[in-house]
Antibody, heavy 121, light 108 residues
């Protein structure tokens, strides 16, 4: 079964950049015509869709985060990544990577276990 | 942005009973791109239902989804002990794709 694993620092200082990587196993990003994405969950805002990248590199972002977010894919490493700039305490959350559908990009079919990222000085 | 409102906030039932969870959208999102997820403490959400009524891989048939336009329902026909968790609906028909605030299904 497809597995996804998030990795990256658990503590980020404001206003630095949050950088996370999702490693995909038991499946190939490049041979799979699916969307890959990031979501987050915090007590204050609940579950929030951050954005998606298609295996070809096309990206789709939540308008509320678009100015700060970059999602990219590295098919050679079977990974995709999230960068969120100028973070504040409001960006503290559990971040999940997920595989979307082959047609619909916003749905999250398979999820990673999640990684808690705390923004604090 | 489409707002999804789930009700009730908490549902207290016993194993073997039937559960009915509601998700109402602030406006139509033009299709049945509505999903339901289950989340247990300390775990990632798990996809249960897609396209309003399609069961995801490995999901038992006691879970069913229905509805269209702005009103959607998740029904669990006979509750098993492992079904007690938090349930979220999500619309993925109109960006930004949004989630409801969740319904906690607890053991009575």
């Amino acid at each position: 079964q497809l597995q996804l694993q998030e990795s990256g620092p658990g503590l980020v200082k404001p206003p630095e950049t949050l950088s996370l990587t999702c490693t995909v196993s038991s499946g190939s990003i490049s041979s799979s015509s699916h969307y890959w994405g990031w979501l987050r969950q915090s007590p204050g805002k609940g579950l929030e869709w951050i954005g998606n990248v298609y295996y070809s590199g096309s990206t789709y972002y939540n308008p509320s985060l678009r100015s700060r977010v970059t999602i990219s894919v590295d098919t050679s490493k079977n990974q995709f990544s999230l960068k969120l700039t100028s973070v504040t305490a409001a960006d503290t959350a559990v971040y999940y990577c997920a595989r979307g559908g082959s047609v619909n990009l916003g749905i999250a079919v398979y999820w990673g276990q999640g990684i808690l990222v705390t923004v604090s000085s | 942005e489409i707002v999804l409102t789930q009700s009730p906030g908490t549902l207290s039932l016993s194993p073997g009973e039937r559960a009915t969870l509601s998700c109402r959208a602030s406006q139509s999102f033009g299709s049945s791109n509505l999903a339901w997820y289950l989340q247990k403490p300390g775990q990632a959400p798990r996809l249960l239902i897609y396209g309003a009524s399609g069961r995801a891989t490995g999901i038992p048939d006691r879970f069913s989804g229905s509805g269209s336009e702005t009103d959607f329902t998740l029904t669990i026909s006979r509750l098993e002990p492992e079904d007690f968790a938090v349930y979220y609906c999500q619309q993925y028909g109109s960006s930004p794709y949004t989630f409801g605030q969740g319904t906690k299904l607890e053991i009575k």
